[in-house]
């Protein structure tokens, strides 16, 4: 896979699908912590991949490059795919399991479905206000995209959860998933800089998103642990980070810190685009051997 473009590699949605009813609460045994740190993702993810879509959406007849329209296509196929298989983590896995998380995601529902209306009126008040509130929300999803792009490359990298008994659906899940962040990974930073973005408000939606970032993976996994049917205790942030460090050092999460602050360097360079980070050809190898992938008979040949 030597000849795959990682400026323009080829996009196209897989309609995967995942059985959960083997999937336990805890999918990485033993750890409630870990699982909850990325199960934090399946609660933001669903309405905020369809976010991401209505971003794009709105940018779309702005543009007039015709290989950037082909990848917006494919980038808004994949999300859509993406926001249901989450879906299908929080109906088939936590809500089993009694952890209801509709007062964040249906807040989050509200927000989307309240944007276009807000997104029109702002639009036909003043035009030139309304495509900077949209480069912004750009950026800030290009910020985004850096992050996941990131977190599928040490999914597909990672080996300690598959020998530590880790559940091997969310596993192809979250693989699948990364590898094609990995594959989209340029396109919403393009689509942003063909609306005119700029460096001076790419770094400012990158500083709202970490601190969204880190907001959604501790409050996310503080309140996933607070309705673990099973945690006992009390789940203070002093147990939480104790035992995230653990967590950390067996290799079932990143150091969450590190990571956000760590990739600045690489994400705030001037010169910077997405292709030169991850690598097209691993994930395209992880997507040839996905179990969904390939029962939807949509893995590279």
Known sequence: MTDVDERHPVIKPRRVSFDWSDTPLHWIPGDPVATHIINSFHIVLPEGEKWFIQCVKDARPHISDERLLAEIKGFIGQEMVHARSHQGVLDRVLAANGIDVSPITEQAARGNAERPARMAELKKRSPRAWRRRLR???????????????????????????????????????????????????????????????????????????????????????????????????????????????????????GIFRLLIGEAPVYL?????????????????????????????????
């Not at 001076?200 to 607070?226: E, N």
């Not at 910077?272 to 690598?279: A, F, L």
């Not at 994930?283 to 029962?295: C, G, I, N, V």
């Open 136 to 254: 912004f929300e750009l950026a800030a999803v290009a910020a985004i995209e850096h992050y996941t792009a990131v977190l599928g490359q040490w999914i597909m990298d990672n080996r300690r959860l598959d020998a530590d008994g880790a559940d091997p659906t969310m596993l192809d899940l979250l693989r699948w998933h990364g590898a094609e962040e990995v594959e989209h990974r340029s396109v919403v930073f393009d689509v942003y800089r063909a609306m005119g973005g700029r460096y001076p408000m790419r770094v400012a939606a990158w500083a709202v998103s970490l601190l969204f970032l880190y907001w959604a993976l501790i409050g996310g996994a503080l309140y996933l642990l607070r309705r673990d049917p099973t945690v006992r205790g009390p789940v203070t942030l002093p147990r939480l980070y104790r035992a995230y460090r653990r967590s950390v050092r067996r290799g079932h999460v990143p």
């Open 269 to 301: 360079r001037p010169s910077h685009h997405p292709s030169q980070i991850c690598s097209t050809p691993r994930a395209l190898e992880y997507l040839k051997r996905s179990p969904a992938a390939q029962a939807a008979g949509q893995a590279p040949s």
